[in-house]
């Protein structure tokens, strides 16, 4: 089973990025997203998940409104898209997947990816 998200990169603060999760060995039918960030110094912690079927969506308060996450059960791949960003986003981000779950605790995920670099710049 893999996780491999791509995307991430260096911005400018109020820039988007678009980061991508793709699964292999593992369909992510039953599958809620979820994806969580760590910045230098400090704990991970979540930024937002989506459901396994319908599609519903949860939000840390610092991205509420401008990060997006969707995904294609088709494609067995989830998107994150960020939009006007800060420098207090700079952090690794990592997709990750909880069989029945998508709540906002690392310890409900299943499998993890390795993380993608995102730096905003000021």
């Known amino acids: 089973v893999q996780l491999q998200a791509s995307g991430g990169g260096l911005v400018q603060a109020g820039g988007s990025l678009r980061l991508s999760c793709a699964a292999s060995?593992?369909?992510?039918?039953?599958?809620?997203m979820g994806w969580f960030r760590q910045a230098p110094g400090k704990e991970r912690e979540f930024v937002c998940s989506?459901?396994?079927?319908?599609?519903?969506?949860l939000y840390a308060d610092p991205v509420q409104g401008r990060f997006t996450v969707s995904r294609d059960n088709a494609e067995n791949s989830v998107t994150l898209q960020m939009n006007k960003l800060k420098p207090e986003d700079t952090a690794v981000y990592y997709c990750?997947?909880?069989?029945?779950?998508?709540?906002?605790?690392?310890?409900?995920?299943?499998?993890w990816g390795p993380g993608t670099q995102v730096t905003v710049s000021s």
């Open positions: 990750a997947a909880a069989q029945w779950n998508y709540g906002s605790k690392a310890d409900e995920y299943d499998y």
């Open positions: 060995g593992l369909s992510l039918v039953t599958y809620g």
């Open positions: 989506i459901s396994w079927r319908s599609g519903i969506t």
